[in-house]
């Protein structure tokens, strides 16, 4: 196993587009990278129904706030000169909550189907991914290193966790498949993509990008195993709990990457 330390560089010329270009803005993909983002996707699920329901903000209330918080977050992140752990996760996180906030709304207040959100947010993100494409020619997270590359990377992401949150609760709760067995379902899934990746030469930045959107419904899944009601399938710790003990263990994890220096603790795949 080998140890990559993050060393600074100086941003680099700016682009044709008179956009300033820098090193990358994003982490390695690493096994710290899919932990933290998974831990991120839970927080992304609980955290918005500790908001909603328990402090009894509301859900256009939580709405608002998080999305003040996440354009302050992208300010933030976009005007450092490279990936700055806390900086990014931070965003993550709240890019998070704000997607599973969107899909709530959707639901809830405006009555749209689960089947219509995911159909729906499943057209917006390939869509972003192919106009993203047709401007940068590449959708490789090794070359998040511009302003425009970061705008769109950041919303294919808030288009990934809103269609994972619609998938998740889709099939967990409208197809009853249980929260557990969905747990299960997209954690399998996710493993047939690391196979296809690892044995099958599937294309690097494929494979991440469908692991990517897996991961969220696994997260969703998951948070609803833990913090709903047994009477509702799950382990009833609560939103409260489950929000605090993982957004405890994402800020563990980040704290301790910065202090170590290094961004990635074994080398991950070419992307």
Same mark, same amino acid.
């Given at each position: 196993?080998?140890?990559?330390?993050? $060393?600074?560089?100086?941003?680099?010329?700016?682009?044709?587009?008179?956009?300033?270009?820098?090193?990358? #803005?994003?982490?390695?993909? $690493?096994?710290?990278?899919?932990?933290?983002?998974?831990?991120?996707?839970?927080?992304?699920?609980?955290?918005?129904?500790?908001?909603?329901?328990?402090?009894?903000?509301?859900?256009?209330?939580?709405?608002?706030?998080m999305a003040v918080l996440l354009?302050?977050?992208?300010?933030?992140?976009?005007?450092?000169?490279?990936?700055?752990?806390?900086?990014?996760?931070?965003?993550?996180?709240?890019?998070?909550?704000?997607?599973?906030?969107?899909?709530?709304?959707?639901?809830?207040?405006?009555?749209?189907?689960?089947?219509?959100?995911?159909?729906?947010?499943?057209?917006?993100?390939?869509?972003?991914?192919?106009?993203?494409?047709?401007?940068?020619?590449?959708?490789?997270?090794?070359?998040i290193d511009s302003t425009a590359?970061?705008?769109?990377?950041?919303?294919?992401?808030?288009?990934?966790?809103?269609?994972?949150?619609?998938?998740?609760?889709?099939?967990?709760?409208?197809?009853?498949?249980?929260?557990?067995?969905?747990?299960?379902?997209?954690?399998?899934?996710?493993?047939?993509?690391?196979?296809?990746?690892?044995?099958?030469?599937?294309?690097?930045?494929?494979?991440?990008?469908?692991?990517?959107?897996?991961? #969220?419904?696994?997260?969703?899944?998951?948070?609803?195993?833990?913090?709903?009601?047994?009477?509702?399938?799950?382990?009833?710790?609560?939103?409260?709990?489950?929000?605090?003990?993982?957004?405890?263990?994402?800020?563990?994890?980040?704290?301790?990457?910065?202090?170590?220096?290094?961004?990635?603790?074994?080398?991950?795949?070419?992307?």
């Amino acid at each position: 196993m080998t140890t990559t330390t993050l $060393t600074p560089q100086p941003a680099g010329p700016s682009d044709a587009g008179g956009l300033r270009r820098a090193v990358n #803005r994003v982490p390695e993909i $690493t096994i710290w990278f899919w932990v933290i983002k998974v831990l991120a996707t839970t927080v992304g699920e609980t955290f918005a129904d500790f908001l909603n329901d328990k402090i009894g903000i509301g859900l256009t209330g939580t709405t608002v706030i998080m999305a003040v918080l996440l354009a302050g977050a992208l300010v933030v992140q976009f005007r450092a000169r490279g990936y700055v752990p806390w900086k990014y996760w931070l965003v993550v996180v709240l890019i998070s909550v704000v997607g599973t906030l969107i899909t709530d709304n959707l639901v809830d207040n405006m009555g749209v189907s689960l089947i219509a959100c995911t159909i729906g947010f499943g057209v917006a993100m390939l869509a972003t991914f192919a106009v993203w494409y047709s401007r940068e020619h590449t959708l490789s997270i090794h070359h998040i290193d511009s302003t425009a590359r970061e705008a769109w990377y950041w919303v294919a992401i808030l288009f990934t966790f809103a269609l994972g949150t619609a998938a998740g609760d889709l099939i967990a709760e409208q197809f009853n498949i249980g929260y557990l067995n969905s747990v299960l379902l997209f954690g399998a899934a996710i493993g047939m993509v690391a196979v296809a990746w690892k044995y099958l030469n599937v294309n690097a930045v494929a494979a991440f990008w469908v692991a990517y959107v897996l991961t #969220r419904p696994l997260g969703a899944s998951l948070g609803d195993l833990l913090s709903q009601s047994r009477a509702d399938g799950g382990l009833g710790l609560g939103s409260t709990t489950t929000s605090y003990v993982f957004l405890g263990a994402i800020a563990a994890v980040v704290v301790l990457m910065t202090r170590a220096g290094r961004t990635e603790l074994e080398p991950g795949p070419a992307t």
